[in-house]
């Protein structure tokens, strides 16, 4: 989350720009890691990207966040870096992906050089970038050398830019080669990271990353930095490089990389640990914030889940891109990986006939005539509402047709009845009653044209529960105020300010277990579906 006061608008600061993909990424938090420590440090200076994955400089817009007025809100998009840096790494991590409208996990990074930093150049930022940002200036040669499907300056482009003129027109070759390895990456530092920190418990916690203050968000970068070691083999005498590409096809050699990315974890462990105040004596003030390593770990089965996921890539773009829908086809199929990823990140397994269903290609027809993937392609797919009918086993092909799903305008207009507060005009005025049973609270947009994209809106805290109960609610009362933006028809990003912190919420028109319209309410840490009348 990110404060008004830490926004980093110093005077002798510089700023720097980019643009974070995995898909987009949409108001994550973006800070410079002065002292590479992976965490945000009180000091270090921060920003959120914008609903288009942007940082400090739309070229779309053509907007300069850093020449805005500090008083103007969307100045929180401005990063700068601190002077006295020749090259500085800047992470991402939290916000939501815009190819599925979910919370983003992991983090992302990229090494900047400050003073060579071009603001209206925008850098961008990629799973593969961060992977770069591990390693020595020598290391990037032999990792070129070795996954010599790409280079660089592939690399360094915006491989989800569809617009003619860009750095793939007309290559497909060299945009599924990008897209693979960069989906390999993520996907797998990220549920290994996430299965691996399930085994730090401390009471009621799940994990350790995250959960205490000053401690990294999550421990995807240990994954990366236990990829690049083992990619240049850096624990052996006669080190021998091996492309990651090899090493995720091989389960005994993903599971020694796991094993290292273990071995990272337990030193930020132990080095929270050394980090807590002790007695006269040496026992701890506060042993109940201590964290204990796990003394087993089934690291086999983690590699065996990452294996899988590597090879559900492959098989996910194997074969060639549509070139009438380059950018749906492109959609439809990171869609397809990023819920396969939601399941094997959890603990235990999943049958095999559950993840055949979701890494189907075009051999299944859906209720609609049209296969799954074909559905995925769609701006009315809702990946939320397919990942939760694949991890409670209900799903079936038939389900993954979203056409009667409605977009805001449909379920605002003029044209409909059956909501309270519908009006003609569009966003602006209207009141959506919702709540459950006879507990009925408001959901009201204010202060918008009708062809609005973005304005005010007040929301009842119970409904959202989480961060927004407690101490803010006994304080403020239900209504929690703030600003909205459509980052497409079917998708509002709410950003509510509680106790000087900014706090996004998604929401979106979903369709429920009945194919009644829905809404769909995404909190970051927890998620809420709701039926008109229900």
């Not at 600061?13 to 973006?30: E, F, N």
């Not at 870096?81 to 790494?89: L, S, V």
Request: hydrophobic fraction near 35%; include cysteine.
């Amino acid at each position: 989350s990110v404060t008004e006061q830490d926004t980093g608008l110093g005077a002798n600061a510089k700023p720097v720009s980019g643009l974070a993909i995995d898909g987009y990424l949409a108001r994550a938090v973006v800070y410079a890691d002065t002292n590479e420590n992976n965490k945000l440090d009180v000091w270090e200076t921060r920003a959120l990207t914008d609903g288009e994955g942007y940082f400090s400089y739309n070229p779309n817009s053509g907007i300069n966040y850093c020449d805005l007025d500090t008083d103007d809100a969307q100045s929180i998009h401005c990063l700068k870096a601190p002077q006295g840096y020749d090259d500085i790494t800047i992470r991402m991590t939290m916000g939501y992906d815009l190819t599925t409208v979910e919370p983003f996990t992991g983090t992302i990074s990229m090494r900047v050089n400050v003073d060579s930093a071009v603001i209206t150049a925008p850098t961008v930022a990629s799973p593969l970038t961060g992977l770069l940002s591990e390693m020595t200036d020598e290391e990037k040669t032999t990792f070129y050398s070795l996954e010599t499907s790409i280079n660089e300056p592939m690399v360094s482009s915006d491989f989800l830019n569809f617009v003619a003129g860009n750095a793939f027109e007309g290559v497909d070759a060299d945009r599924v080669a990008v897209l693979k390895l960069a989906m390999k990456v993520h996907k797998v530092a990220d549920i290994v990271a996430s299965l691996l920190d399930s085994n730090f418990d401390q009471g009621a916690d799940d994990g350790f990353f995250g959960i205490e203050e000053g401690i990294p968000t999550d421990a995807s970068v240990y994954v990366y930095r236990a990829m690049v070691a083992m990619m240049m083999d850096s624990d052996s005498l006669n080190p021998t490089p091996e492309a990651l590409t090899s090493i995720l096809s091989d389960q005994t050699k993903t599971d020694a990389l796991v094993a290292k990315a273990l071995s990272l974890m337990n030193g930020v462990i132990e080095d929270y640990n050394s980090s807590l105040s002790t007695n006269d004596d040496g026992s701890l003030v506060d042993p109940t914030k201590s964290y204990t390593s796990p003394t087993t770990v089934n690291t086999l089965a983690y590699a065996e889940k990452a294996v899988g996921l590597a090879s559900t890539i492959d098989t996910v773009f194997a074969n060639s891109l549509d070139s009438t829908d380059l950018a749906g086809d492109v959609r439809a199929r990171l869609r397809a990986i990023s819920i396969v990823a939601t399941l094997l990140r959890k603990e235990g397994t999943f049958g095999a006939a559950t993840l055949a269903e979701a890494q189907i290609t075009d051999n299944t027809l859906a209720g609609n005539g049209k296969t799954y993937m074909e559905n995925l392609r769609s701006d009315k797919a809702d990946v939320a509402s397919l990942k939760a009918k694949f991890i409670d086993g209900s799903f079936v092909t038939n389900d993954s047709n979203f056409d009667g799903r409605q977009s805001f305008v449909e379920l605002f207009g003029d044209s409909q009845s059956g909501l309270s507060g519908t009006n003609t005009e569009g966003f602006a005025g209207n009141s959506l009653d919702i709540g459950e049973g006879d507990d009925t609270v408001g959901v009201d947009f204010d202060g918008a044209s009708a062809d609005a994209t973005s304005g005010t809106m007040t929301i009842d805290a119970s409904l959202v529960g989480g961060d927004f109960e407690g101490d803010f609610k006994e304080e403020n009362g239900n209504a929690l105020t703030g600003t909205w933006e459509q980052l497409d028809e079917y998708t509002m990003l709410m950003n509510i300010e509680v106790a000087g912190v900014i706090e996004p919420v998604i929401i979106k028109p979903t369709l429920d277990d009945a194919g009644n319209p829905a809404y769909y309410f995404d909190m970051g840490d927890g998620q809420e579906v709701w039926t008109p009348g229900s």
